[in-house]
């Protein structure tokens, strides 16, 4: 009987996963598939209607936002691509469409992070007015105009940064400053190793280690040596040359952008009771199921059985961190490294060249 009982709810548990999951699918639709709407107040911007590779991408008319009564309309003048922007494009790792959507994207705009000057205010917003030059991070920055939550990600730019850098600090620096901070609790005097310290994370990583008064030691391709060296780093580790994980050093911080390198190698120059913190790692062809999140799963399973904290931090952007960060660059401490700029008409090369993981810092989109 009780088995019976148990294969029963067993059973109920199946139709009941089956129905959902027809549900999110039947409701994963978006606006592409409704009648033209006619538009009363026109701007550009990149969106797509299916996921897909940057082919899918299209540059073209939609509705100018309206601020809602807490929200502050930005002029976009130029926004950055972060791999953030291919996942969401391309809908992978598959598990994530559970909630962007199963069948074809829910939010047809892309990008996060951006830089501009605000328009226009909500009758309630208090810490911003129309004029005041901002960078934040808000969905669909691949645009002429956003709305954002004047208490959300956006902070006034420093005055000695062009729109261009203020662009690209948002989802890397943010990324850059919690895995650093939260992730590997680095304190003054430990040492730290970065893994792909070229990146558009890792150029933010050593000048924030810095900061902290750490003993950073970046690891790069030959042609970012010099680069990394510039930007403040004690020590250059070229990967193409020496292999990092083979080395006498030990680390009381690892910060991996790259994920190159499995767990165990990585624990092996790692100090007793040091961090290893993963960032992300692999290209838009790599584990298209659950992707990066195998070896996040990994690490917190080994953090189970060794002395080492092994995870992962995932960046949340807020406007306490972006404001600390505006602090560093207003004071000189952090600059913002730009690779290639590329017009919103050509989101599509950007997204290519990021994919192709070759970028040395950031690649920002320059907004008409």
């Not at 494009?89 to 959507?101: A, N, Q």
């Not at 790692?281 to 399973?301: E, F, L, S, Y």
């Amino acid at each position: 009987m009780r088995l019976k009982r148990v294969a029963g709810f067993g059973a109920v548990v199946v139709v009941l996963a089956m129905l959902a999951f027809a549900v999110a699918w039947w409701r994963s639709d978006n606006v592409c598939s409704g009648p033209a709407v006619a538009l009363t107040q026109p701007m550009k911007a990149v969106t797509y209607c299916d996921y897909g590779t940057a082919d899918a991408l299209h540059y073209g008319d939609i509705e100018k936002p309206v601020p809602a009564n807490d929200e502050v309309l930005v002029r976009v003048r130029a926004a950055a691509a972060n791999p953030l922007d291919w996942h969401y494009l391309r809908g992978t790792p598959y598990l994530m469409r559970m909630g962007t959507g199963l069948r074809r994207p829910k939010e047809i705009r892309l990008g996060v992070d951006f830089a501009g000057t605000v328009e226009a205010v909500g009758k309630g917003v208090t810490r911003f007015k129309p004029g005041d030059e901002v960078l934040g991070g808000r969905t669909g920055a691949f645009a002429q105009y956003v709305t954002v939550k004047q208490d959300r990600a956006i902070v006034a730019k420093p005055a000695n940064l062009s729109f261009e850098q203020a662009a690209g600090v948002g989802v890397a620096a943010v990324t850059a400053l919690q895995g650093l901070r939260d992730g590997g609790k680095l304190r003054a005097g430990q040492t730290v190793l970065i893994n792909g310290a070229s990146g558009g994370v890792g150029t933010y990583a050593v000048q924030i280690a810095k900061t902290f008064g750490a003993n950073v030691t970046g690891v790069c391709s030959t042609r970012n040596v010099e680069l990394v060296r510039s930007l403040g780093a004690d020590t250059v580790i070229d990967y193409k040359t020496t292999d990092y994980t083979q080395g006498t050093q030990k680390y009381d911080v690892i910060l991996d952008n790259v994920g190159n390198r499995s767990l165990a190698e990585n624990r092996r120059v790692l100090k007793p009771g040091g961090r290893y913190v993963l960032i992300g790692g692999g290209g838009p062809d790599n584990g298209r199921w659950i992707g990066p999140m195998i070896k996040p799963i990994g690490a917190a399973v080994t953090s189970w059985f060794v002395s080492q904290h092994m995870g992962m931090v995932l960046a949340e952007l807020n406007q306490k961190d972006l404001n600390e960060l505006a602090r560093l660059m207003a004071d000189g401490k952090v600059t913002p490294v730009i690779d290639r700029t590329y017009p919103l008409e050509e989101l599509p090369d950007a997204i290519r060249y990021l994919e192709s993981s070759r970028a040395r810092g950031k690649v920002i989109i320059t907004v008409p």
